[in-house]
């Protein structure tokens, strides 16, 4: 059950993210998510996609075990397993316009984009702006207003 709400929270963020132009191939390429390593979801994250779509592109699933593939990705999910890799996974999409979305305590201070967590047994989440300035990720007002915001530094600032 808590990867079928992570699945449907990773659309729902796909929903209110703009990427640069140059983040996709054409303007026809699908929007890319990628698990990299350790699969978590089943066929919960396909089914979370299938048939869905945002400024007219379609949206895919792909798993992912090499680093240079995470650069054709839009959103990659790294799951708790995959944490002791984080270093890798950033400089491999260093410069690149990923949302990085991971579930590990300090994700989202140590470089990752947005980091799932618990709180009074309810799924909430935290996004480094940051790191979505890095990568030039425009997040929408109304999905920030939802989060917890912190920046590399650690530093928790608001909710």
Known sequence: MEYQVKAAFLYNFAKFIEWPPEAFPNEKSPIT???????????????AIRGKSVDNREFRARRT???????SC?????????DK??????????GVSVLLVGESAEFAERGGTVQFFLENNKLRFAVNVDAAKRARLQ??????ALARIVSDTGHAKGN
């Open 33 to 47: 998510f990628c698990v990299h390593g350790s699969d978590p979801f089943g066929n919960a994250l396909d089914e």
């Open 65 to 71: 075990t090499e680093y240079p593939e995470l650069k």
């Open 74 to 82: 839009q959103l990659v999910f790294v799951s708790e397993k995959e």
């Open 85 to 94: 890799h984080l270093g890798e996974i950033l400089s491999s999409v260093k």
């Open 139 to 144: 997040i929408s007002s109304k999905l920030l």
